[in-house]
């Protein structure tokens, strides 16, 4: 069977679970075709992505003029489903933080994906995020392409569901995934009542060659990790004011942050104000594999979010026998128990989050340890990529039966 991928962005650092998605699927018999936005220039340091990049086709790669003659032969092969197409994208805008023009371009792209995914012979296409890279391929459904799906992972999603059209969206699909079930309870919130089956649950999945490697020791080093992008949702700059405390108490600790982002500026400042530049390292972007040595190198992994979906980091960790400290959001206590695999906090108490992590510095080896087994434990038997992604091409495989004993 022949599937179309549509994401925005690329391969791209933060989104490894979508090409670990993709090559599951490969492994089970699924022939992909990769379609992406942007995404061609980008710097890469993972070389399973920069092989992921030499399979992708860029939508906006060329400017304005491939996207022109796109739609212009959709006018004259489609005039019809063209403008039934267009009248959807202009709803689309009502609502939307974008003006109409960029639902225009979302229609010019969805003319160019169509034809692609017709010359490579999808049957499905499945986008992630529910934001404008499933207005594209719900555009391009609108005009005769493949019947679409697509994952939503929040927060993104759930802070503006009334702007994006999350409801139409999933009315039009063939289904939606939510990779937990906090995140289907939001589809639910959203959608029709009628629409409520198309929602189901596929996990984020981990590749078994990351952590089925030699196990190494908790290092003596009191040394926490942090990685993400450095955002506001992810509350980093809350962590700095906790570590702050923590020297402030006279406990012994190293804190990484590891990734980069637009508030690197302003968490570097704060690092600053508060004298920790001894305590205190930004690594920037990093591969998959200098992920996992940052956390292999690390006592815990420490995650104090705002706002999110599940994210992948927390089950790599546990996967690498770390004990996880984060909040109690979202997906989050779906995977981790309190005091079982790690502390589960209130978000924002950053007195909280300065406890927990004194407690975690404080705590014997072993102790450690005992939580880092039980984490990965807990993580092995629910974030398998192989049995996700079978669960994922069991859809694809229904919505593709489906269709062809209707027609």
């Known amino acids: 069977m022949k599937l179309a991928y549509f994401i925005n962005q ?22 992909v075709c990769r379609i992406a936005l942007r995404g061609w220039d980008d710097e890469l340091v993972d070389p399973d992505d920069l092989l992921e990049r ?15 003659f796109a739609t212009l032969g959709m006018a004259f092969s489609r005039p019809l489903r063209l403008m039934g197409a267009l009248c959807l994208a202009l709803r689309m805008s009502r609502l939307n933080e974008r003006s109409w023009a960029y639902h225009l371009i979302y229609l010019a792209e969805a003319c160019r994906i169509t034809t692609w995914m017709k010359q490579f012979g999808a049957q499905h296409v499945h986008a992630h995020f529910g934001t404008n890279s499933t207005e594209v391929v719900m555009l391009a459904a609108a005009m005769g392409g493949p019947a679409y799906s697509f994952t939503v992972h929040g927060p993104e999603e ?22 937990s079930s906090f995140g289907r309870s939001q589809l639910y919130r ?15 999945g981990l590749e078994k060659a990351f952590h089925q490697v030699e196990v190494v020791k908790l290092p003596v080093a009191p040394r926490l990790v942090c990685v993400g992008r450095i955002c506001e949702q992810k509350g980093q700059l809350l962590l700095i004011e906790a570590a702050a405390r923590l020297a402030q108490r006279g406990v012994e600790f190293e804190l990484v942050l590891a990734g980069d982002g637009e508030m690197r500026g302003e968490v570097e400042s704060l690092i600053a104000h508060h004298g920790l530049g001894k305590q205190v390292r930004i690594t920037g972007w990093l591969s998959s594999t200098q992920v996992r040595d940052e956390l292999l190198q690390a006592r815990a992994l420490v995650l104090p979010s705002f706002a999110e979906g599940l994210p992948v980091v927390i089950m790599e960790a546990m996967a690498l026998r770390r004990p ?43 102790e450690l340890e005992q939580i880092g087994a039980n984490a990965h434990s807990a993580v092995l038997q629910m974030h398998d990529i192989d049995q996700e992604a079978e669960k994922l091409g069991a859809l694809f495989k229904s919505s593709i039966d489906s269709r062809a004993i209707a027609s």
């Not at 690329?10 to 490969?26: C, D, Q, T």
């Open 190 to 204: 959203w959608a029709n009542s009628a629409d409520w089956g198309k929602a189901k649950i596929v996990r984020c």
């Open 324 to 366: 996880v400290l984060t909040t109690w959001i979202a997906g989050i206590p779906e995977l981790i128990r309190d005091g079982v695999h790690g502390w589960l906090l209130p978000p924002s108490d950053v007195e909280a989050l300065a406890a927990a992590m004194e407690r975690c510095l404080l705590m014997t080896i072993d």
């Open 10 to 31: 690329y391969p791209k650092v933060s989104h490894s679970f979508i090409r670990r998605e993709i090559v599951a699927l490969e492994r089970q018999g699924f022939s």
């Open 158 to 179: 759930f802070d503006k569901p009334l702007g994006i059209h999350l409801k139409e969206k999933i009315a039009r699909s063939a289904f939606v995934v939510a990779i």
């Open 54 to 68: 030499e399979k992708t086709q860029y939508v906006l790669q060329g400017g304005i003029l491939p996207l022109f």
